[in-house]
């Protein structure tokens, strides 16, 4: 499995920026897509975005398209989620996972099976 670390949460006021990192060690991880998941209080842990093994394809939920945009450095091992023009309603625990077979997408959480501890992200109004 491929062990994962996000850091880069915190409190920001609406309207302001934060950006995740999710660090990768362990099994491979260049030929994983990732994805990144937020849970907010009392609510199901969501999809949020994913990234291609290779970078070259991104897709995002509807309501963080524009917003959010998640990019990989394999030079670095690290995954980001550069959050911009922050809402409260993406207020949660952010996790990063690291698809379960190489080279595939997917959106489900079962479609991921190495998962970090996750980071908070507060945005206040």
Known sequence: QVQL???GGGLVQAGGSLRLSCAASGRAFTNKAMGWFRQAPGKE???VG???WNGHSTYYVDSVKG???IS???AKNTVYLQMNSLKP???GVYYCAAASTPWGLGSRKTD???WGQG???TVSS
Do not use: K, L, Y
């Open 72 to 74: 990989r450095d394999h």
């Open 89 to 91: 309603e993406d207020t």
């Open 5 to 7: 670390v996000e850091s």
């Open 67 to 69: 917003r959010f945009t």
């Open 45 to 47: 842990r969501d999809f």
């Open 112 to 114: 991921f099976g190495s």
């Open 119 to 121: 980071t908070q992200v």
């Open 50 to 52: 994913g990234i291609a």
